[in-house]
């Protein structure tokens, strides 16, 4: 079946710019998490929405960062004022939260770079 | 506070021989223990997971890995590598004490030479 999807796969923008990350997530998955992963911080969580309840920001760096999650299903993370340290994968995961233990299946990723 | 430590940033092994990729994990509940793939330029790729019950886990394309509570480890393994299965290696965990999200190692590259 279909897996989570994200789009752009890559995303080049300027310092100072807004930009848009959408995921996709696994049909009937209700949990949804945004990951980044760069060179000098590993794999970092960034916020998590599960069903109806409010969303898990405890992982986003900033308050540039934010998410929302639109009826329940696709998200979109959302950048202000990019600077270059914002430079990751962003990866995007779900899973039929059930925790802590189901699966979490990962998209591919958008690789973004501020220059 | 959950973290993972992945003490080998490379592990080379020689295609045929077997293969350990290191994880030690600490948490303070009860520990859930992932491995993940990942390919150049690709997502996470879920290979295998410890809920409970027996400590050594079998998951895809080959792989194992054994939960050992007194040692807090959970080591990947097969028993005889692949060329194909030079990646890069994650171990994560997920504490039931400490929210849903996965945390993980700073990952482990497989390099199996021909």
């Known amino acids: 079946g279909a897996g989570v999807s994200q789009s752009p796969s890559n995303k080049v923008t300027e310092k100072g710019k807004d930009v848009e990350l959408r995921c996709d997530p696994i049909?009937?998955?209700?949990?949804l998490y945004w990951y980044r992963q760069s060179l000098g911080q590993g794999l970092e969580f960034l916020i998590y929405?599960?069903?109806?309840?409010?969303?898990?920001k405890s992982g986003l760096p900033s308050d540039r960062f934010s998410a929302e999650r639109t009826g329940g299903s696709v998200s979109t993370l959302t950048i202000q004022r990019t600077q270059q340290e914002d430079s990751a994968v962003y990866l995007c995961?779900?899973?039929?939260?059930?925790?802590?233990?189901?699966?979490?299946?990962f998209g591919p990723g958008t690789r973004l770079t501020v220059l | 506070a959950q973290s993972v430590a992945q003490p080998e940033d490379q592990v080379n092994v020689a295609e045929g021989n077997p293969l350990t990729v290191k994880c030690t994990y600490s948490?303070?509940?009860?520990?859930?223990l992932f491995w993940y793939v990942q390919y150049p330029n690709r997502g996470l790729q879920f290979l295998l997971k410890?809920?409970?019950?027996?400590?050594l886990v079998k998951g895809s394309y080959g792989f194992e890995a054994e939960f050992n509570k007194s040692q807090t480890s959970f080591h990947l393994k097969k028993p005889s590598a692949l060329v194909s299965d030079s990646a890069l290696y994650f171990c994560?965990?997920?504490?039931?004490?400490?929210?849903?999200?996965?945390?993980f190692g700073g990952g482990t590259r497989l390099m199996v030479k021909p």
């Open positions: 049909s009937g998955h209700t949990a």
């Open positions: 929405f599960q069903g109806n309840s409010a969303p898990d």
């Open positions: 948490v303070s509940g009860n520990p859930y």
């Open positions: 410890y809920i409970t019950g027996d400590n």
């Open positions: 994560a965990v997920r504490d039931n004490n400490a929210g849903n999200m996965l945390t």
């Open positions: 995961a779900s899973s039929l939260d059930r925790p802590p233990t189901d699966t979490q299946y």
